[in-house]
């Protein structure tokens, strides 16, 4: 059965960094694109970002410049280092895998962005 497990989520001050990591329990993971998703309280579940097979990427414009989604195919995990957070980056954040018909989701982890 497929599993993503996201972690490193929790508070942090304007500012500062987080890293969030999701580990994927998928036997293909390499063929996997691979995705960031967060949802606020009383918003619609939004992209924030997404990497291919291949290496590219693509990044909500809010936080580009901010956020790096990288990935290591030899550890089936998806990482999101998020740097200079502001008060609208709180949200839950969703790792996603998608491959043809084929996607998944991982429980999500809390980010808060708050003094």
């Known amino acids: 059965q497929v599993q993503l497990v996201e972690s490193g989520g929790g508070l942090v001050q304007p500012g500062g960094s987080l890293r969030l990591s999701c580990a994927a329990s998928?036997?293909?993971?390499?063929?996997?694109?691979m995705g960031w998703y967060r949802q606020a309280p009383g918003k619609q579940r939004e992209l924030v970002t997404n990497?291919?097979?291949?290496?590219?990427?693509n990044y909500a414009d809010s936080v580009k410049g901010r956020f790096t989604i990288s990935r290591d195919n030899a550890k089936n995990t998806v990482y999101l280092q998020m740097n200079s957070l502001k008060p609208e980056d709180t949200a839950v954040y969703y790792c996603?895998?998608?491959?043809?018909?084929?996607?998944?989701w991982g429980q999500g982890t809390q980010v808060t962005v708050s003094s």
């Open positions: 996603n895998a998608a491959w043809r018909f084929l996607t998944y």
């Open positions: 998928i036997s293909s993971f390499r063929l996997y694109a």
């Open positions: 990497i291919t097979s291949g290496g590219s990427t």
